[in-house]
């Protein structure tokens, strides 16, 4: 197969990853806390000629090659809900979720209270305080989230004022490590330790949408599209080429 050939089918191929990553992020711009995905290429050099007429630059062809992609952790607009459980992260911070896999962490800040009274994400996983989930009490009322992540309620009918617990917050010095392990979660590998986050600070009846700006993420879908039938056509027209030059060869003089 010619080199225009294989740099076309490159391309192609790292412009459907891209449009996973693309299309990915347009399937969450209303998930809370969700941060986009972006995507990095870099050029692969590779030597296509071997005969010693081939000097220089002629020598190398250019091939494109997926380089890494990386999270955009930027933050994301807040919305008021006046849900009492609903808690926004101002910062870099993370929520420490448990799960059947381990600690996991999220940026969703939905909460909610299951039927055994523990604080639980959207898709019923435990938040975790200091001492482990957070259990509120069945008269348990005026839930109050602090900036720092403590949890006050008044209980009973005499009002008084208890203490049920203080979110855990944490930060990444390599946040770029984290990985994407669905429902909105990241697990942290060997190289992301997770450390008390004393910078963040949550806003109560506040919610974090997702970061995603669809006018953006929908103008890159169209592009991508665009470049890989732009591609398309070029492979098309070479094997058209090929076809071509293979038909006169074949001609027989009369």
């Not at 225009?4 to 990915?24: C, I, K, P």
């Not at 809370?32 to 630059?57: C, I, M, P, Q």
């Given at each position: 197969?010619?080199?225009?050939?294989?740099?076309?089918?490159?391309?192609?191929?790292?412009?459907?990853?891209?449009?996973?990553?693309?299309?990915?992020?347009?399937?969450?711009v209303n998930t809370?806390?969700?941060?986009?995905?972006?995507?990095?290429?870099?050029?692969?050099?590779?030597?296509?000629?071997?005969?010693?007429?081939?000097?220089?630059?002629d020598r190398r062809v250019s091939y494109v090659a997926e380089?890494?992609?990386?999270?955009?952790?930027?933050?994301?607009?807040?919305?008021?809900?006046?849900?009492?459980?609903?808690?926004?992260?101002?910062?870099?911070?993370?929520?420490?979720?448990q799960t059947p896999g381990g600690e996991r962490y999220t940026r969703d800040g939905g909460l909610q209270i299951n039927n055994q009274g523990q604080l639980v994400t959207a898709a019923g996983n435990p938040v975790l305080g200091n001492s482990g989930p957070?259990?509120?009490?069945?008269?348990?009322?005026?839930?109050?989230?602090?900036?720092?992540?403590?949890?006050?309620?008044?209980?009973?009918?005499?009002?008084?004022?208890?203490?049920?617990?203080?979110?855990?917050?944490?930060?990444?010095?390599?946040?770029?490590?984290?990985?994407?392990d669905g429902s909105n979660l990241y697990a942290a590998d060997a190289g992301a330790t997770a450390q008390p986050d004393t910078a963040s600070r949550l806003q109560q009846g506040f919610i974090e949408k997702s970061n995603v700006n669809s006018v953006t993420e929908m103008s890159r879908m169209i592009e991508?599209?665009?470049?890989?039938?732009?591609?398309?056509?070029?492979?098309q027209q070479q094997s058209d080429l090929h076809k071509s030059a293979i038909e006169k060869l074949a001609d027989v003089p009369a």
């Open positions: 197969m010619e080199n225009t050939l294989l740099v076309g089918l490159s391309r192609q191929m790292t412009l459907e990853r891209q449009m996973d990553v693309v299309a990915n992020n347009v399937a969450n809370n806390g969700f941060k986009a995905d972006r995507s990095l290429f870099e050029e692969f050099l590779k030597s296509g000629a071997h005969e010693d007429n081939f000097t220089g630059r380089g890494s992609g990386f999270h955009d952790f930027t933050q994301g607009p807040t919305e008021q809900t006046k849900n009492p459980l609903d808690v926004a992260i101002d910062g870099g911070g993370f929520l420490v979720v957070i259990v509120l009490q069945p008269t348990d009322h005026d839930v109050s989230i602090a900036s720092d992540g403590n949890i006050t309620v008044l209980e009973g009918v005499n009002r008084i004022d208890s203490v049920r617990g203080k979110l855990r917050l944490v930060s990444f010095a390599q946040a770029q490590q984290l990985l994407k991508v599209t665009r470049t890989y039938t732009q591609i398309a056509t070029l492979l």
